[in-house]
């Protein structure tokens, strides 16, 4: 007997979300309304009460977060080599240059002695990411930015969830940008939302949203900054606000679950195999991914076909941002990060989603053993 293909991810969207989803499309209100003003409180509310203002992607979040925080041309802004390249891409987008430091082979994250030893006169922004929904060192990294007066953009888009010695990500900080992509624990289909430091914040946030408009009274209307079409409609913060409810047991199953996979692989896996497992993080991380490092025996292509065969789906998060043709067209080489080289070949992701079970993480790691073995 075949068991039915095992995907690396996969949203669950309940019944009842659907049906409120169905009646937002029969109320005559479809794009930004009440829905979206009630799945920013819901969000307000799980952050301590910071202002939250949602988009219609976690990529916009970051460049409105990076607009408001007043980053543009010959400003440098230091990020990650391992992410999703809309990354590094809003900070070439609101024109400023992208700088890359290396990653902690461990936790995969930006390395922050690297991260320091790349600040510049002309630093004014850091944007770590948390791969996976692990947290860097929260301490040093605020350390770091008031020591050289840094603004923060945290790429929060895995880390919904994730915490930092029992507080939120997202609950403290500076900006923190968190993203609602179908993949992600949560989603609204598409869409981010950001949290900020207080009210003015917001008001600008809400201006970059909507084409820099300003209104007043019943037909004042100015626009004073550039800004662009970014809201999120209500039909996906009814999605939003139907899966927000779940964000707990979500997270708890996903915990589980990495508990799991790490049981299953056993104590000798590393040492037999070659293969690096992820930082065992069951306090802080929200388990967005469960990644391996792949040992250099074998090609990530042939690992994913071998996988594949098994009927276990495998995505791999991410190649280095810096060996892409636009990173490299602004004078980025082989060399210059190798750890982030390194792991950026070698690096893949097994099936890890809420509505999975123990039996299907058992499935997943019998086949990579028998594949590495
Ligand atoms: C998903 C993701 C983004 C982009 O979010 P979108 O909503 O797809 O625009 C950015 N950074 C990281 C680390 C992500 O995982």
Redesign the pocket.
């Known amino acids: 007997m075949t068991l039915p293909f095992l995907p690396f991810s996969k949203p669950t969207i309940d019944e009842a979300t659907i049906a409120a989803v169905g009646d937002v499309l029969r109320s005559g209100w479809i794009t930004s309304g009440p829905k979206v003003l009630a799945f920013e409180d819901m969000l307000s509310e799980y952050f301590g009460g910071r202002p939250v203002r949602t988009f219609n992607?976690?990529?916009?979040?970051?460049e409105i977060a990076l607009r408001i925080a007043g980053i543009g041309v010959g400003d440098e802004v230091i990020t990650t080599p391992i992410?999703?390249v809309?990354?590094a891409n809003v900070i070439i987008e609101v024109g400023a240059t992208p700088v890359f430091a290396d990653i902690d082979p461990v936790t995969r994250n930006i390395d922050l002695d690297k991260l320091e030893a790349a600040i510049t006169p002309r630093t004014k922004a850091i944007i770590p990411?948390?791969?996976s929904g692990l947290p860097v060192d929260m301490e040093r990294l605020y350390a770091i930015a008031n020591k050289y007066d840094l603004r923060v953009v945290e790429?929060a888009?895995?880390a919904l969830g994730s915490s930092w010695h029992g507080k939120r990500i997202g609950a403290f900080g500076d900006m923190v940008?968190f993203?609602?992509?179908a993949?992600?624990n949560i989603t609204t289909s598409?869409?981010?939302c950001l949290v900020l430091n207080n009210a003015d914040e917001a008001r600008v946030a809400e201006k970059y949203r909507l084409q820099g408009v300003t209104r007043s009274g019943f037909d004042g209307l100015d626009v004073d900054v550039l800004g662009g079409k970014f809201n999120m409609t209500d039909v996906a913060a009814t999605i939003g606000l139907g899966q927000f409810v779940h964000l707990d047991t979500i997270t708890a199953t996903r915990r589980r679950l990495a508990k799991h996979y790490f049981a299953q692989f056993g104590a000798d896996f590393e040492a037999s195999t070659g293969a690096q497992l992820p930082v065992a993080d069951l306090e802080n991380s929200n388990w967005?991914m469960f990644q391996l490092v792949l040992p250099e025996r074998i090609t990530r292509a042939h690992f994913m076909e071998q996988m594949m065969a098994r009927q276990i789906g495998i995505g791999y998060?991410?190649p280095s941002i810096h060996l892409l043709s636009l990173y490299r067209a602004r004078g980025f080489t082989e060399g210059m990060f190798p750890v982030a080289e390194r792991v950026g070949r070698r690096i893949v992701s097994l099936p890890m989603f809420s509505t999975m079970n123990e039996s299907d993480v058992e499935r997943a790691v019998d086949a990579v053993k028998s594949v590495l073995q």
């Not at 992607?57 to 970051?62: E, K, L």
Request: charged residues 10%; hydrophobic residues 25%; contains cysteine.
């Open positions: 992607s976690g990529t916009c979040t970051m992410s999703w809309a990354t990411v948390y791969l790429d888009a895995q940008s993203s609602f992509q993949n992600k598409e869409g981010g967005h998060h991410y």
